[in-house]
């Protein structure tokens, strides 16, 4: 079968992916949708166990730092999406082992826009429909002080969810919120953010 579009999504055996993941393969039957992930503690494929047997779903067992391997995937399967979920993404870890955050989270990201800039750069239509959607964490602007530690009069607290849920502030993080990480995790999402952002101010890759 030919599929309209082909969709690498990676991390996605893990807890926010695998329901990513599930979306695509159900809402998209055009599209191909490539789990690549190299199922480490937080992976686990029988969150999808659901979906493994249709046919516009494929895993591919992979480190996202192998760019060789990525680089030949992305070419074989004709690749015009990435949603990179991937990442180490435990605070506490990270605090005892920042070398394997910065290795997968830092490290890992470059290689696939690395291999997916040699790639689409190759074709003729070059970046026109091509994307990599990177996804990042609020954890990368610091905290939020508790400017309403009560939550009366926040946005946030309806008559409903007032009983269950106080908001702690009144402030927000938006795009142009300054950078302030504090842990191993957050400074290496954080750098992932920035080398994303370089290959879209020097390259002309479109990321969102
Ligand atoms: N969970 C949250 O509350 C939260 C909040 C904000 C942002 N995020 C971001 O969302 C994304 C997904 O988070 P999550 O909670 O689902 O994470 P998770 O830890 O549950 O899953 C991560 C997945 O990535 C895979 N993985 C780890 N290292 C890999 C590598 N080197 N190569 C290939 N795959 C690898 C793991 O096997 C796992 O399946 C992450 O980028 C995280 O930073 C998460």
């Known amino acids: 079968m030919t599929y309209k579009r082909t969709i690498v999504i990676t991390g996605g055996a893990g807890f926010i992916g695998s329901h990513v993941v599930r979306l695509f393969v159900n809402k998209y ?6 789990n690549l992930d190299k199922l480490t503690y937080a992976g686990n494929l029988a969150n999808l166990k659901d979906i493994e047997d249709k046919p516009n779903y494929r895993f591919v067992k992979m480190d996202v730092c ?10 074989d399967e004709k690749v015009d999406g990435i949603i990179h979920l991937a990442a180490e993404s435990h605070v506490d870890r990270s605090i005892k082992d920042p070398f ?5 989270n830092v490290m890992g990201t470059l290689a696939l826009l690395q291999a997916a800039k040699l790639y689409w750069e190759s074709l003729p239509e070059r970046y026109e429909g091509k994307r990599f959607y990177h996804i990042s964490t609020d954890e990368v602007y610091g905290a939020l ?7 009366i009069e926040s946005p946030f ?3 409903a969810s007032s009983e269950h849920h106080h908001a702690y502030g009144r402030d927000f993080f938006l795009e142009t919120t300054k950078y302030n990480p504090h842990s191993p995790y957050s400074a290496s999402k954080a750098s992932s953010d920035h080398f994303v952002r370089a290959f879209h101010d020097t390259y002309g890759m479109r990321p969102s």
Do not use: C, H, V
């Open 157 to 159: 607290t309806t008559a």
């Open 29 to 34: 039957p055009e599209y191909k949708i490539i």
């Open 66 to 75: 192998d760019f060789e391997a990525f680089y030949r995937l992305i070419q």
């Open 145 to 151: 002080s508790l400017t309403d530690p009560d939550g």
């Open 100 to 104: 394997t955050f910065a290795q997968t």
